[in-house]
């Protein structure tokens, strides 16, 4: 029994050792974002999907004003919803074949959900991960 208590335990920490870490990155990648430097996400990321982010995020920010949108919000922007409801931005998937997860984050502009999530790949290497920017892709 204690081996048990002990391996849940372990599973716990690597839950949150897990969370921290998507946690950082999405947060530099919403900074640059929301900075509107966006080569700057190559800096918190190994890889990219996307080859040209300036021309990608030009979509991303036209995606905005026609929908009267501003600047994307940083992590930690408290969203409000009405009707209110406990609701969560950040949602993590794990691989069946433990090969590593994916992130999904709802991006808000101005406290509001603007319909896009942000998608980033965290794939398992021996040294940690090897994290890849997939996409913004329309919610």
């Known amino acids: 029994m204690v081996w048990l208590s002990r391996k849940v335990a372990t599973m716990e920490l690597l839950d949150m050792y897990k969370k921290e870490k ?30 040209d982010l300036n021309e990608f995020f030009g979509y991303v920010e036209k995606t905005l004003e026609l929908n009267d949108f501003d600047t994307i919000d940083e992590y930690g922007v408290e969203c409000h919803f009405n009707p209110p409801y406990e609701y969560s931005q950040l949602e993590i998937y794990d691989y069946d074949d433990q090969t590593g997860f994916a992130v999904d984050y709802d991006l808000t502009s101005n406290s509001e959900r603007v319909d896009m999530v942000l998608q980033v790949e965290f794939l398992y290497t021996d040294n940690g991960y090897t994290v890849r920017f997939l996409n913004v892709d329309p919610g």
């Open 22 to 51: 998507v946690i950082e990155v999405i947060t530099n990648i919403l900074k640059a974002i929301h900075l509107k430097k966006y080569e700057d996400i190559m800096n918190y990321v190994d890889e990219s999907e996307i080859d």
